[in-house]
């Protein structure tokens, strides 16, 4: 337990190693110790091993080493930890947040596009983006094509509106004029001295009249409201040939002094709803009959395009004005009415909207004192089907 030499070092501080209990068994039973501890109030590693001579432990040497640069550059290396992590911490926040406002700016784009188009109603804006297609870019596409959607179905909703508030107008208008000649006939019918009796009958006649016209334009209207309503349509293959054939038979019974030829007409079929299909060619048929003179000519004929069936009714009345031609399909529109006969305008409207329900189109080419030719194109029908023969009905009811 004594010491038996120390290095000048210890020497002229007078430092004394420690030498602990747990050291000291450690080191005489043979092994070497390492601790660490303070010197004078300086961090030392101490190392002590055992001297042996013969084979047995005489003493031991003990080695210090001060720890003062370790701690220092512990110290160190703490510091620059510490202020390297904020720092960097800080650093990636701030690139964390820019990139993050890059990312999110779409959206920040597209929630500012949709305040501002709930603020307007314009549907017509859209959300400029300009990067890789990812997730930001398939939202901001799906939001633009939203918007498209959005604008067609706001366009057509307002252009429905539109055309309801002047159909209502129309209607109201056409309504009017039976009902207040109604109401002045019964003013007259009731009107004291009473009116004579050729008067009364007379009057009677135009309220008869009258009341029929408000019937077919009634008629007509609830035609045009279930064909908007969207009501399907029947598609099934109609044999034409014998269809026209037969309304042509039955217009000729109607109007025997014109001459209708619906004669060669070729084996096709169409594919729609047959009624419907009888009652455009009722209307056009009329209409034929109406403005061509008994010595005019009214021609029907079928010819097939690819994979269409064209329908085509021709007359040589009076024609159409070329100015007129852009609304003839136009509901109420009447024109001339030297060419409508007074009319309610609804006619060709209706047909219009059941050939459009079949997929089918309708046009009219026309030259004033010379006629007119309606086209019919319908869906080709591959298998033929026998038109049912009653029309008697709608032939009544077109007249």
């Known amino acids: ?40 109030g300086r ?22 080493r001060s720890l003062d640069d370790y701690v220092q550059s512990q110290n160190t290396l703490r510091q620059i930890l510490i202020i390297g992590s904020s720092v960097s911490t800080v650093i990636a926040f701030g690139i964390g947040w820019m990139l993050a406002g890059i990312a999110l700016r779409p959206i920040d784009r597209i929630t500012h596009t949709a305040q501002a188009i709930g ?22 596409t799906t939001f633009n094509e939203m918007l498209t959607e959005l604008q067609s179905a706001y366009r057509q909703e307002a252009q429905a509106l539109q055309a309801q508030r002047r159909f209502v107008a129309d209607a109201s208008h056409e309504l009017r004029t ?22 009364r009958i007379a009057v009677l006649s135009d309220m008869a009249d009258e009341s029929e016209r408000m019937s077919r334009l009634v008629t007509d209207l609830l035609m045009l409201a279930r064909a908007d309503a969207g009501r399907p349509l029947r598609s099934e293959a109609v044999a034409i040939k014998p269809l026209i054939e037969d309304l042509c038979r039955k217009v000729k019974v109607l109007a025997p002094q014109h001459n209708i030829d619906c004669a060669d007409l070729p084996a096709l079929s169409v594919r729609g709803d047959e009624d419907a299909i009888k009652q455009v060619l009722l209307i056009l048929l009329d209409n034929a009959r109406k403005f061509t003179s008994p010595r005019g000519r009214i021609t029907v004929s079928l010819t097939e395009q690819a994979e269409q069936v064209a329908i085509q009714v021709r007359d040589t009345g009076i024609g159409i004005d070329p100015t007129a031609l852009p609304q003839i399909f136009e509901r109420f529109y009447r024109g001339d009415v030297s060419r409508t006969g007074g009319g309610a305008g609804l006619g060709l409207a209706i047909a219009q909207t059941l050939v459009k329900s079949q997929q089918g189109t309708i046009a009219v080419e026309s030259t004033p004192g010379e006629g007119s030719i309606f086209t019919i194109t319908l869906p080709k029908a591959e298998t033929p089907q026998r038109a049912s023969e009653p029309v008697a009905a709608a032939v009544t009811q077109n007249r």
């Not at 013969?54 to 003990?62: F, K, S, W």
């Open 1 to 40: 337990g004594q010491i038996t030499s120390r290095s000048d070092n210890l020497v002229e501080k007078e430092v004394i190693l420690p030498f602990s209990d747990e050291a000291s068994q450690t080191v005489f039973g043979g092994q070497p110790w390492f601790e660490k501890n303070e010197v004078q």
């Open 178 to 199: 039976p009902l207040t000649t109604i109401r002045g006939n019964i003013a007259l019918l009731q009107r004291e001295p009473p009116i004579s009796n050729e008067d």
């Open 119 to 140: 603020a307007e109603r314009d549907f017509g804006r859209r959300v400029n983006y300009i990067g890789p297609h990812d997730e930001i870019g398939r939202l901001t």
């Open 43 to 64: 961090p030392m590693l101490i190392y002590s091993k055992p001297v042996f001579v013969d084979g047995r432990v005489i003493g031991a040497l003990q080695v210090a």
